[in-house]
């Protein structure tokens, strides 16, 4: 190529001073070129670098997309429109991610490839040649050296041979590394236009691919698709801007009715207290007793329901029963010197809580709330959160009928039955509400106390058997008592998911609440590897027995660990003839996972004895099919023995008559052996009998 400098090689031998200048130049020349490429070189290990982290990215947004369908959002998550359109996006992401990966492995073969070759092999084999040459330069100098101090009046000619010898050595090894070094020098000033024209090349080349790559892609129908959600998008926006405008007034007409209300204690006068109020909520602060003298102030949201006081923590779903109010009274007390203070004492003086109102209005209109409550009032549960919510707006709602209820007395004891209002598809419609035990001495549970038969029977609490007969469950690996309280049982359809549970629990406390039954019976609940049984503390009898392979669900409640149930399999409901599954929900003292865990292994322990039954009746089985076999071996070799035996008797009787007087042979027929053999087996039988 013209115009490009060269060092001459051919003057190498020679090592002038003025090539050595020129090598210098050269090696100048060389550095700079080799600073140069290690620049370059980073810059495209960058493009390379973030050309591969786009395609990643874009492959991961594809897949993102792709999984948006799956999300559960609370909050809009089922928009099929918005489903469908990112769905088209993701597939067109996709392909523009397939074109990022073949635009990166293009550049690492056609840009990265070359420039990487020139900087790890041409400018290494120049660094490399460099120190060989100065090398060799110095053991050149050092021969010419040793050399040049040879005496000339005392001659060794072995001296001289071995100078000689070293000179000739070092100077063709100077001449010759010098001539690859020049050599490679003067290839490096072509190299470094290859190494940076060829990579720019690749790039532009790979660039130009990529860009008609996406323009075969991008056709008219995904134009068309563009425009459209381009114009989707600016409708949401207006949408928006005038929603955003409409809560702004909103905002800015509640800030000045809203004002005189920021104050802890309103103007009566201004804000006129409501007498007539038979339901109202708001936030109060309990006072919570901790010690003998010290109390605190928990500040609470409280509502009124039916004959109710709820009472409900920030952030939970629903509220919880704080106290009956139902006939309870209400008066003002002084308390840790804190305004608007007031007392509820309950209709038998059991109970009573101390709270504070925020002010002189919530505190009159809290006392006339409860004045004018009236105990019929009744409100059937929500169903669902909005519900719930919109049952606690000021607005007057319409109430259903409240539901009949009876009670029948079985040991002092009060056995009362519900029929719900409305009731979700797991639970039989028009079913009935069990609240309370009944006992077996009066009646029998269907379908558990009449299979057991064991209903009535009391059992010794100090272990004595006292001459009865043994008890079923003396046997049992498990044994674990609970103290639980019972809260109800109804019927249900289904016995295949924990929901079961947590909908019998959720209708049977809501009907607890709404009719005001709060009594529980308390019972000790004996877990077995047979059944389950409720046990009366105070007189041991069993009032209800629950046979563990009956028992085919059982789970505690989400939220609070202290209520439990299961579902029990009965042979019949309320359809005779029919199998029925009835749902038992109980209270415990904070253990109702243990419960579920003991119920759990008492199960295995119980599955684990029928596998080891049916084993050991297995083995049992081939046992006997053994034995019977080995009885009928033996029977035949006897049959056989007796025959030979028989045989043995027939010749041994037979020879003396074998041959008459006159030399004649007496035959015996084959009638006549059959009758004598018949007559030996009769006389051995009889013999052996």
């Not at 409100?379 to 009949?404: D, G, I, K, M, Y």
């Amino acid at each position: 190529m013209p115009g490009i400098d060269k060092l001459p090689i051919e003057e190498t031998l020679e090592d002038s001073p003025q090539t050595r200048s020129l090598l210098g130049v050269f090696e100048e020349d060389a550095a700079a070129i080799s600073n140069y490429m290690n620049q370059l070189y980073q810059a495209m290990r960058r493009i390379y670098d973030a050309q591969n982290e786009l395609s990643a990215a874009t492959h991961l947004t594809s897949k993102l997309l792709k999984e948006y369908e799956k999300q559960r959002f609370p909050l809009g998550g089922d928009d099929e429109v918005m489903s469908s359109t990112l769905q088209q996006f993701s597939k067109v992401i996709d392909e523009l991610s397939s074109c990022h990966a073949v635009l990166s492995t293009q550049l690492a073969d056609a840009m990265m490839f070359p420039i990487s070759q020139f900087k790890e092999r041409d400018l290494k084999e120049i660094l490399t040649l460099k120190e060989v040459f100065q090398i060799a330069s110095n053991d050149h100098d050092a021969a010419i050296n040793r050399y040049s101090r040879l005496s000339k009046k005392r001659e060794n000619d072995k001296v001289k041979y071995e100078v000689t010898e070293d000179v000739y050595t070092s100077r063709k090894k100077q001449h010759q590394t010098m001539m690859h070094y020049f050599c490679a020098l003067n290839t490096l000033q072509y190299k470094k236009k290859i190494a940076m024209l060829e990579p720019l090349l690749g790039y532009m080349q790979a660039q130009i691919s990529f860009f008609k790559m996406g323009s075969e892609n991008l056709n008219d129908q995904l134009e068309e698709f563009l425009a459209n959600i381009g114009t989707s998008v600016q409708n949401v926006r207006r949408e928006m801007d005038c929603e955003v405008e409409t809560m702004q007034q909103t905002i800015e007409d509640l800030e000045v009715a809203s004002d005189p209300l920021y104050l802890p204690d309103p103007d009566i006068t201004k804000f006129p207290v409501h007498r007539n109020l038979t339901r109202k909520a708001g936030y109060l602060n309990a006072r919570n007793k901790t010690g003998l003298v010290s109390s605190t102030w928990d500040r609470q949201f409280y509502f009124t329901q039916g004959g109710n006081l709820m009472n409900q923590a920030r952030g939970d779903v629903a509220g919880g029963l704080a106290m009956d109010i139902d006939n309870c009274s209400v008066m003002a007390v002084d308390c840790e010197d804190r305004r608007y203070c007031f007392q509820i004492t309950s209709f038998d003086g059991k109970k009573s809580s101390i709270l504070q109102a925020e002010s002189k209005k919530d505190y009159e209109e809290e006392i006339a709330a409860r004045v004018n409550q009236s105990a019929l009032e009744a409100v059937t549960p929500s169903p669902s959160f909005q519900q719930r919510h919109e049952s606690l707006r000021p607005n007057p709602q319409t109430r259903p009928p409240t539901a009949r209820t009876s009670s029948s007395g079985s040991l002092g004891s009060e056995s009362t039955t519900l029929a719900t209002l409305s009731l979700d598809s797991l639970v039989a419609p028009d079913t009935p509400i069990q609240f309370d035990i009944i006992s077996p001495v009066s009646e029998d549970q269907p379908g558990q106390a009449k299979n057991s038969g064991q209903g009535g029977k009391r059992t010794n609490p100090f272990g004595e058997s006292g001459g009865r007969s043994k008890p079923e469950t003396e046997d049992s690996i498990l044994h674990q008592l609970f103290i639980v309280r019972f809260l109800g049982s109804m019927e249900v359809k289904s016995d295949d998911s924990p929901d079961v549970v947590y909908e019998t629990m959720r209708q049977i406390l809501a009907a607890r609440a709404i009719h005001n039954i709060f009594r529980m019976t308390e019972s000790h609940l004996l877990v077995t590897c047979d059944c389950l049984k409720l046990i009366d503390p105070q007189t041991q009898v069993t009032r209800l027995r629950f046979p563990l392979p009956s028992v085919v669900l059982y789970a505690t409640h989400q939220e609070s660990k202290r209520l439990f149930g299961f579902v029990l399999r009965t042979s019949g409901g309320r359809v005779e003839s029919h199998p029925a599954s009835v749902c038992y929900i109980f209270e415990s003292n904070n253990e109702g996972e243990k419960i579920c865990d003991s119920v759990g292994l008492a199960k295995q322990i119980a599955l684990h004895a029928e596998l080891d039954r049916r084993a050991s009746e297995k083995q049992k089985e081939i046992e006997r099919v053994k034995e019977k076999q080995q009885k009928e071996l033996n029977k035949q070799k006897q049959i056989e023995k007796d025959l030979e035996e028989q045989s043995r008797l027939i010749a041994a009787s037979s020879r003396p008559n074998q041959t008459s007087g006159e030399g004649q042979f007496v035959v015996l027929s084959s009638s006549q052996s059959e009758e004598s053999d018949l007559g030996e087996d009769g006389k051995k039988k009889e013999s052996e009998a």
